[in-house]
């Protein structure tokens, strides 16, 4: 499976985004994650759900003003962002988890979220 991030940008604090991760197929998929990096920091977990579209998961610092969702009709994981911070800067990955237990070994290519005071 491949993964296909897109959607980044540059916004003001106080706009919204949507990022989207397409896979190139529909099965072989247990969960997918969004994750952020900024440069001198770790990757952070943002929000992930299964790939049923069931039990999305957010980091406490979104929680609230960002939505993970899945569309199986696209194979398409999105994360609609709400009231962008300066602190939300960050290069956006999505990754897949293949199978529980494990690890989210199927990485996309970041998209850049830059957001400005």
């Known amino acids: 499976v491949q993964l296909q991030a897109s959607g980044g940008g540059l916004v003001q604090a106080g706009d919204s985004l949507r990022l989207s991760c397409v896979a190139s197929?529909?099965?072989?998929?247990?969960?997918v994650g969004w994750f952020r990096q900024t440069p001198g920091r770790e990757r952070e977990s943002v929000a992930s759900?299964?790939?049923?579209?069931?039990?999305?998961s957010y980091a406490d610092f979104v929680k609230g003003r960002f939505t993970i969702a899945k569309d199986s009709a696209t194979n398409t994981v999105s994360l609609q962002m709400n009231s962008l911070k300066p602190e939300d800067t960050a290069v956006y990955y999505c990754?897949?988890?293949?199978?529980?237990?494990?690890?989210?070994?199927?990485w996309g290519q970041g998209t850049l979220v830059t957001v400005s005071s």
């Open positions: 197929r529909s099965f072989g998929i247990y969960s």
């Open positions: 759900i299964a790939w049923s579209g069931r039990n999305p």
């Open positions: 990754a897949a988890k293949r199978r529980s237990p494990g690890v989210y070994d199927v």
